[in-house]
Nanobody, 124 residues
Framework: QVQLVESGGGLVQAGGSLGLSCAAS????????MGWFRQAPGKERVFVAA????????VYAESVKGRFTISRDNTKNTVYLQMNSLKPEDTAVYYC?????????????????WGQGTQVTVSS
């Protein structure tokens, strides 16, 4: 089992930037595909980005492509989400998740472990 703890959320103006981190503990971090999801009030949790075990393959939702960057440091057991050019519609609770499989998934059910989430609020 792996434990995930997100940090870095906060309030930012539209057009600004924010960086999220997710620290993992427990089992070997490099054995997991890592993903970021977000959930806005009254809406379902949706896929944002994911990164392969070795960090070479990156997958993004269309809504964040070109603005968000996912990365990982397997020596620090941490995955990151750098968010630039933020929009009010990016406001949500952001969750990191870990997937034991090799393939990168975009669905909630693809992921086995979840963090508690961190709030990101973008003001207009």
């Amino acid at each position: 089992q792996v434990q995930l703890v997100e940090s870095g959320g906060g309030l930012v103006q539209a057009g600004g930037s924010l960086g999220l981190s997710c620290a993992a503990s427990g089992r070997t971090f490099s054995n997991y595909v890592m993903g970021w999801f977000r959930q806005a009030p009254g809406k379902e949790r949706v896929f944002v980005a994911a990164i392969s075990r070795n960090g070479y393959r990156l997958v993004y939702a269309e809504s964040v492509k070109g603005r968000f960057t996912i990365s990982r440091d397997n020596t620090k057991n941490t995955v990151y989400l750098q968010m630039n050019s933020l929009k009010p519609e990016d406001t949500a609770v952001y969750y990191c998740a870990a997937d034991e499989s090799i393939l990168i998934g975009r669905g909630r059910l693809d992921y086995d472990y979840w963090g508690q989430g961190t709030q990101v609020t973008v003001s207009s």
